[in-house]
């Protein structure tokens, strides 16, 4: 059983961690519709599955937009064919202590992390159910959606509600055929952490590398994730296997934090 034929679409799928579920999916046989700001980046991943012999097709969209994700569905809809899959990826980081953030970043956080999440969900169900077929929603979590971070406060608050909505899309769907997970990866190689590991120093005044060295200390397997360790658990919640998983936020952080 596999994932080959399916459409599936990746939000924020130009780098990091989108960009590695996109190259594993293609792979394993499924076609890609890459969603991101970033149009440069998305062209480059499709470059890279077209090498690999896979189909991808690009679509440049603000997730925090909900119009243009549900014109990024219907694109992906109508190019490949098809619509299987929605991965809800895309998202920013924010290091910033509660007592100074602003109403601003908040706005900001919220619009893309928590509305992008929702209309993902109202746009991947609503294709669904006009196509009379089964679906499979998954959402991007983090070890922030499951403990409180310092200095990660609003971003961790954005990913509780990224578990909470899971929870309820998987609830309200399920009479459709429709299942609804995520997945929360720990501290992963991309320019995200690199962001934050930055942010982190200027905030605090620690050398770079210090919010990073305590954070692998803590990690189990002893090592810093890749977007390679992520894409293993999003294959198996994108692909057949998991047709019985749905509300699970699932942890794939190399042992950070046990649930
Ligand atoms: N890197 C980590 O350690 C880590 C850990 C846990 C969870 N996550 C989550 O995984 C997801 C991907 O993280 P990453 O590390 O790959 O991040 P990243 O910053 O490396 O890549 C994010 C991608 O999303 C795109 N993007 C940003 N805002 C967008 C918007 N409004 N609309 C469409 N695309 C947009 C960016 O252009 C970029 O290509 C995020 O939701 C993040 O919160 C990351």
Redesign the pocket.
């Known amino acids: 059983m596999s994932i080959e034929g399916k459409v599936v679409l990746v939000?924020?799928?130009?780098?990091?961690?989108?960009?590695?579920i996109a190259l594993r999916l293609a792979r394993d046989g499924a076609s890609l519709c890459l969603?991101?700001?970033?149009r440069p980046?998305i062209d480059a991943v499709a470059g890279e599955i077209a090498a690999l012999g896979g189909k991808a097709t690009t679509f440049v969209?603000?997730?925090?937009d909900r119009e243009q994700v549900h014109a990024a569905i219907d694109h992906a809809e109508s190019t490949l064919g098809g619509f299987d899959v929605m991965i809800n990826?895309?998202?920013?980081?924010q290091v910033q202590p509660l007592s100074e953030v602003t109403e601003e970043e908040i706005d900001r956080i919220l619009r893309?992390?928590v509305k992008?999440v929702i209309w993902g969900i109202q746009a991947a169900t609503a294709k669904f159910v006009a196509r009379g077929q089964k679906g499979k929603i998954i959402n991007?979590?983090?070890?922030?959606g499951q403990d409180g971070a310092a200095m990660l406060g609003v971003?961790s608050a954005t990913?509780f509600a990224v578990r909470s909505l899971t929870q309820s899309a998987a609830k309200e769907f399920a009479s459709r055929g429709i299942t609804v997970n995520a997945y929360?990866?720990?501290?992963?190689?991309?320019?995200?952490?690199e962001?934050?590991d930055e942010r982190f120093s200027a905030v605090t005044g620690a050398p770079r590398g210090t919010i990073s060295k305590r954070a692998i200390d803590g990690i189990a397997l002893g090592r810093m994730?890749t977007?390679e360790d992520?894409a293993g658990l999003v294959a198996f919640l994108a692909g057949p296997d998991s047709d019985y998983v749905t509300g699970q936020s699932i942890m794939v952080d190399g042992g950070m934090v046990y649930r």
């Open positions: 939000t924020g799928g130009g780098q990091g961690i989108g960009r590695g969603v991101d700001i970033n980046a969209a603000d997730v925090g990826n895309a998202g920013i980081a893309i992390n992008g991007a979590c983090s070890v922030a971003y990913k929360c990866p720990g501290i992963v190689d991309t320019g995200m952490w962001e934050i994730e977007p992520v």
